[in-house]
């Protein structure tokens, strides 16, 4: 991802743990924000000796409401089993049920995620889901997790499209932290179709 200027953005602070052997999660943890100023403040001179601004929370401006419906409306097409289905994608997620903790093996050995982007760029690239996944009793959790993934993509991507900030649209970028406790009790990102920057040429 390029940026128009370059800079150091430190949101806050994270807690790492090690939760299995080749898991990690993470957890925001709360923070003195005027500490946490004084930090930036401090660190700005020696940034900007190499050329870096440091910037702490940055403010966005919705310009536009987002084209929610323009995007729900878009078709997409999934074969399963030699078969296409072809639906908007308001009507996959209709019957489609989240299957954030669902493993699933595929033919070739390996256990993934159903909500994961090997997932999404299979079914993306047209590859018959019974292609690569090796029970047929996961083959919904794979078309679920595949319009989960879409879905976060593309409304992400039109929320990003209409916000504005002082370093520019927020859709050059590589996303925004939302912390607003009106609209939940977490911070939370939506970053759009960043989620598969850098694997563009096999999701195109």
Known sequence: MSYNKNFLAIHGLLEIEQV??????TREIPFNKKAMQDYINKLA??????????LGSVPTTLENEPDFAGELSKRYT???????????????LS???????????????KTIGALSKQVLLNISKGMDVSEFVADPKDYQS???????????????DAVLEVLSSPLGKVSEHEGIVIRDPKIYN??????GKFIVKGLESSFG
């Open 20 to 25: 299995t052997p080749k898991r990690r999660a």
């Open 45 to 54: 001179p020696t940034a900007n000796e190499y050329g870096y601004e440091v």
């Open 78 to 92: 999934i074969n399963i089993n030699g078969k296409k289905e072809t639906k908007s994608l308001n009507d996959w």
């Open 95 to 109: 019957t489609a049920k989240n299957p954030k903790d669902k493993m699933i093996k595929t033919k070739d050995g």
């Open 142 to 156: 794979a078309i679920d997790g595949y319009i989960f993934y879409l879905a976060t993509m593309q409304l992400g």
């Open 186 to 191: 977490k911070p939370f990102k939506i970053t």
